[in-house]
């Protein structure tokens, strides 16, 4: 993992070189790290929209089935089968970030500031920001969560709490960790709304 955090702090040396900023270089960095996830993420996307789609014949299953957990399981795995949809797919990206998250993590603790650290309302984006980043973080959170099917009542819960917890921790390590994640899910909050452009012209051409 070291080598990741040497190559997040030349990164960030680097793009701090270009913009004279920790912050904006922290935000690039994050943009180039989701580029590169992109193709994982696009295929979670589509997956997630796929699951959307299949959401009223997974409901008729369950009324149908609702006495027989072993066959709705069954049926529910054949549909998705059917429909090549990996439900697991959702957990990639997220599991994909996190050797990024704790690199950014380390490499914020290691960075050599050059010159004020501080970044708009931020003072020092080395230490913690303890209430509009962290609500952002928690917001941003919230917002891609609802996009990614957190009206299911099975996602719900973790819908609501997981944003909360999110927030929290973001008041407890460096400002520049919880711009990262605000950038991050507004990166991904803008694929999904494109990605979802698509079908939501074809539902209108459909209409017509």
């Given amino acids: 993992m070291g080598w990741l955090v040497q ?5 960030l040396g680097y793009l701090y070189g270009l913009t004279g900023s920790y912050g904006v270089a922290i935000m690039l960095l ?8 992109l193709p994982f993420s696009i295929s979670q996307t589509r997956s997630r929209l796929k699951m959307q789609e299949l959401q009223p014949e997974l409901n008729a299953l369950r009324e149908k089935y609702k006495k027989d957990k072993e066959r709705l399981n069954q049926e529910t795995m054949e549909l998705w089968k059917r429909h090549k949809v990996n439900p697991l ?3 990639l990206v997220a599991l994909l970030q996190l050797p990024f998250l704790f ?4 490499a914020l603790q290691q960075v050599d500031y050059q010159a ?7 003072e020092n ?3 913690p920001d303890p209430w509009l980043l962290p609500l952002l973080a928690g917001i941003t959170t919230f917002w891609q969560s ?3 099917g957190g009206s299911d009542p099975s996602q719900r819960a973790m819908t609501y709490m997981f944003p909360v917890l999110i927030a ?3 008041r407890q390590f460096p400002s520049g960790l919880a711009l990262y994640w605000v950038t991050s899910n507004l990166f991904a909050v803008a694929e999904q709304y494109v990605m979802a452009l698509p079908r939501g012209r074809q539902g209108g051409e459909g209409a017509r």
Avoid: K, N, Q
């Fill in 30 to 37: 994050t943009v180039a790290i989701r580029f590169a996830m």
């Fill in 7 to 11: 190559i997040v702090l030349d990164s």
């Fill in 89 to 91: 797919s959702g957990c």
């Fill in 116 to 122: 004020s650290a501080g970044f708009l309302w931020v």
């Fill in 146 to 148: 609802r996009l990614m």
């Fill in 168 to 170: 929290w921790i973001s």
């Fill in 125 to 127: 984006l080395a230490l």
């Fill in 103 to 106: 690199a950014v993590f380390r």
